[in-house]
């Protein structure tokens, strides 16, 4: 091999080393994740293929991509795709990126709407249409639209739609003009719930890149619980993302807005994420 030839495993600890250094706490993850987005392997390739060679080429791509990572940019953002449940979805900073935590949320969504054989589905804030296509891919029978107030966020979520072969309809609306229709049998939402003051704790990943006006919530909950009341169908049910600090407090807003079978579920992680109700029927 020449002085500037290297092999996959090569390529990998010393992108890993400088992440790490650079204070990318997931820095081996990562840099596993970046050498095999630049070859086209899985990561899991990488483990069969780590003697194979990397062309110079690659290693200056993969260093390109490792200085946006050491720059904080998310790793999703840099590879342009993430999996969300059975999905692999186009990610950019038109939308928050999908994360584990929020495939809870659909996997509620399929719950309530396992004995419906078309039900109408809202997914409320639908950013990089997440949720609603993963509820769309799951359940063939469900009518889904996702509303966002960004068109950059919904110009995302048609893209992943035209990807995924699913048929959701995106249409732009805004959650303070109340909800569209009055005969949803599932309303869904993701909604902004990081208060202001929380910015100073969040990684740079998050507060530098994402989307503020997907991530910072200025009484959006409350608004859709109130809107839901009206826009439900009886009997219909209402799925919210929360965190576990407020989960509580919005299982509180549901009831005293009416709601009832009020539940609260856990993520992965153990942490009070997903809180839902029904309409009284």
């Known amino acids: 091999m020449s002085a500037s030839s290297a092999t996959v495993g090569d390529v990998v600890r010393r992108t890993a080393a400088g992440l790490d250094a650079d204070g ?22 990488l483990v069969v293929e780590h003697r194979r060679e990397v062309s110079r080429a690659e290693q200056e791509r993969v260093a390109e991509l490792a200085a946006r990572r050491a720059a904080r940019e998310p790793l999703q ?3 342009g795709e993430w999996g969300f449940r059975r999905l692999t979805l186009i990610v950019d900073d038109r939308a928050l990126i999908p994360r ?3 495939e809870t949320v659909v ?12 039900p109408l589905v809202l997914d409320v804030g639908t950013g990089s249409g ?11 029978g469900a009518r889904v639209t996702g509303i966002d107030v960004s068109d950059e966020a919904l110009s995302l979520a048609r893209e992943n ?22 005969d949803w049998d599932l309303v869904v939402s993701n909604p902004p719930y990081v208060r202001p003051e929380e910015a100073p704790g969040l990684a740079p990943e998050v507060v530098d890149w994402e989307p503020h006006v997907a991530l910072f919530g200025g009484g959006h909950t409350e608004t859709l619980v109130r809107a839901a009341a009206d826009a439900l169908v009886p009997g219909g049910a209402l799925v919210l993302e929360s965190y576990d600090e ?17 539940l609260v579920t856990k993520d992965l992680a153990g942490r ?3 809180v839902e109700g029904r309409r009284p029927g």
């Open 24 to 45: 990318v706490l997931t820095a081996r993850i990562d840099a596993e994740l970046l050498v095999a987005h630049v070859l086209g392997l899985s990561r899991s390739d």
């Open 77 to 79: 953002y840099i590879v």
């Open 100 to 102: 584990p935590e929020t």
């Open 107 to 118: 996997e509620r969504c399929l719950e309530l709407l396992c004995d419906a054989d078309a």
């Open 130 to 140: 997440a949720i609603a296509l993963a509820i769309a891919d799951e359940h063939p």
């Open 161 to 182: 739609a035209a990807r995924t072969g699913l048929a959701v309809d995106f249409v732009r609306h805004d959650l303070l003009d109340g909800l569209p229709g009055a």
């Open 246 to 262: 407020r989960a509580r407090a919005v299982a509180e807003l549901l009831e005293h807005s009416g709601f009832t079978k009020i």
């Open 272 to 274: 009070d994420r997903v």
